[in-house]
């Protein structure tokens, strides 16, 4: 039988992990989207990763990835 603090930390782990994938696999996507229909430019332009908004949505990806690597360390 778990305990509460290793059923927190579990579901913690989860919550982080569901969304670090989210923001990896769709939400930076579609703010590079955004990004890239509102300067008018290709998927390979540079543009995109100079944008402010795009910085910080990766700016936030990085944090959420780096909770989650505390959480993991820190272990139930």
Do not use: F, N
Request: net charge negative.
């Amino acid at each position: 039988m778990r305990s509460h603090r290793e059923a927190s930390y579990a579901e913690v782990l989860r919550l982080l992990q569901a969304a670090e994938h989210e923001a990896a696999s769709m939400w930076c996507a579609w703010v590079s989207d955004d990004v890239r229909q509102r300067l008018g430019v290709s998927a390979t332009d540079e543009k995109v990763v100079d944008d402010p908004e795009y910085g910080d949505v990766l700016d936030a990806y990085g944090a959420i990835c780096d909770a989650l690597m505390i959480v993991r360390r820190l272990g139930a």
